[in-house]
């Protein structure tokens, strides 16, 4: 097991890299318009259905827990075939899981379409992550990691607006089989332009079977893939669930008329667009605070929850849109948690390491957004139609358990990692000095870099 000598045949972090990361982020955009397209159509769907809070949740709950199933196995395949073959599988899969679910006239058969979408979305975001660990320079991947996590939240606007819109005017049907159509030209980009690797020779590990378990363990072992799933677990399941379900009828119930509570979720991506850039160069920056930036940002969305929550009646206007801004940053702080991959390991296990990682807020978003729904249901079993805001209040304050225990084993697996990095000579002092790749850990402890060769097309 292992990688051969490889040969830089391009340039890292030119025309090239910045192509082939534009035709990944195209695919990952449209990943997170299907992932959330259930949005603004909640709604509809329990009314097309005929199905309870607890079903509707099933929808989003069920292709989610795929979606975090399925982050080891495509974290192996990823390390093993390369991350453009898992793209183009992923995407086929979500192509025919939305076209599929355009047409659905059942509630199982719509179970079983949200489910092939999941399986397909899986594929998509750690693939692209492991081609920007190959393409970007050190000091270029954390940023290009934020725009990746800002640019494809355009996804999210597209499903929170025009298609309501689309929903509206066009009819379920036609709505979402125009959408899965955007797949199959994506493809064809993904096929002709995207490489795995500016190197030649072996740019995948071949793992072996027998010793697959072996290192499994080994990553799952090292405190930063914990650490690093911790922060994901901690930071991304607020906005994941407010944009993928809840939130939506949340601001209904809070008294917000339906083209407002639209645009609340349009702010919640605009900021988490904004804020993208800031955390990627505080966490470049700083890599030795990455975990404190990530506290601090937890700290803030569960304390203005808290207050919107406690608010008597409905929340003011001004309390919503902080809550909703500072809830979105939440996105932006789980993109932290990939970059603790670079930094306890070495490139040809980035697959695994994220993949594992990416598991941690996947797994609080569907177990909260499935309690919500059964707290929803226990108060107004009379359906959809029977919520009122104290409904919702007592519904939402779910997240609370969920905030605490990832801020809890945050801090726990933090010290671990501190004290592994302490183990290796110099690596303690590269990562107080603004490096995020240590010696002895995700490179060797007395690195020879390779000169780059120059690319004509780069010139």
């Not at 995407?91 to 076209?99: A, E, H, I, S, Y």
């Not at 808290?306 to 001004?318: D, R, T």
């Not at 390491?353 to 177990?367: Q, R, T």
């Not at 007592?394 to 671990?416: C, D, I, N, S, T």
Request: net charge positive; charged share 15%; glycine share 10%.
């Amino acid at each position: 097991m292992g990688s051969e000598f490889r040969r830089q045949v391009h340039n890292i972090g030119r025309r090239r890299a910045w192509v082939i990361w534009a035709v990944g982020l195209s695919i990952y955009t449209l990943a997170v318009f299907h992932r959330t397209s259930l949005s603004v159509a909640g709604i509809i769907a329990a009314e097309r259905f005929e199905i309870t809070a607890a079903q509707l949740s099933t929808f989003t709950v069920l292709q989610l827990a795929v979606y975090a199933i399925m982050q080891i196995p495509v974290g192996v395949l990823i390390d093993r075939y390369g991350s453009k073959l898992l793209m183009l599988v992923g995407l086929t899969l979500m192509t025919v899981g939305q076209f599929w679910f355009a047409f659905a006239g059942t509630f199982e058969a719509g179970v079983a379409a949200r489910v092939l979408l999941g399986c397909g979305d899986a594929m998509i975001f750690t693939s692209l992550l492991r081609l920007i660990a190959f393409w970007f320079r050190v000091k270029q991947a954390p940023m290009v990691t934020q725009l990746t996590s800002m640019v494809g939240q355009l996804g999210a606007v597209v499903a929170a607006t025009p298609l309501a819109a689309a929903l509206a005017r066009f009819g379920w049907a036609w709505s979402y089989g125009i959408a899965s159509g955007a797949g199959v030209v994506l493809g064809i980009a993904l096929v002709l332009i995207v490489r795995d690797s500016p190197y030649v020779g072996d740019v995948v590990e071949r793992i072996k079977i027998r010793a697959l378990a072996k290192t499994m363990a080994e990553v799952w072992g090292n405190p930063g893939t914990k650490l690093g799933l911790w922060v994901h677990f901690s930071s991304q399941f607020g906005p994941t669930v407010f944009t993928m379900l809840w939130g939506y009828p949340f601001l209904i119930a809070q008294g917000l008329e339906s083209t407002l509570a639209s645009g609340m979720l349009i702010l919640m991506t605009l900021t988490a667009m904004v804020a993208g850039p800031v955390v990627g160069l505080l966490t470049s920056r700083f890599p030795y605070h990455r975990s404190t930036l990530v506290l601090v940002l937890v700290a803030a969305i569960a304390a203005v929850w808290a207050v919107v929550l406690l608010w008597p009646g409905p929340a003011p206007l001004w309390l919503l849109v902080v809550m909703v801004m500072v809830t979105a940053i939440g996105g932006p702080g789980s993109m932290v948690s990939f970059d603790l991959a670079r930094t306890f390991h070495p490139s040809e296990r980035y697959g695994r390491a994220n993949g594992m990682i990416n598991v941690g807020g996947f797994v609080a978003s569907l177990m909260t957004i499935g309690l919500i729904g059964l707290v929803l249901d226990f108060r107004a079993p009379g359906g959809p139609s029977t919520y009122v805001l104290d409904d919702f209040k007592v519904a939402m304050a779910v997240q609370f358990p969920f905030w605490a225990l990832g801020a809890w084993q945050l801090l726990r697996y933090r010290r671990k990692g501190r004290a592994l990095i302490g183990q290796h000579p110099g690596a303690m002092q590269a990562l107080r000095g603004g490096e995020a790749v240590l010696p002895g850990l995700s490179r060797p402890a007395d690195p020879r870099p390779a000169p780059e060769p120059p690319d004509p097309e780069d010139r």
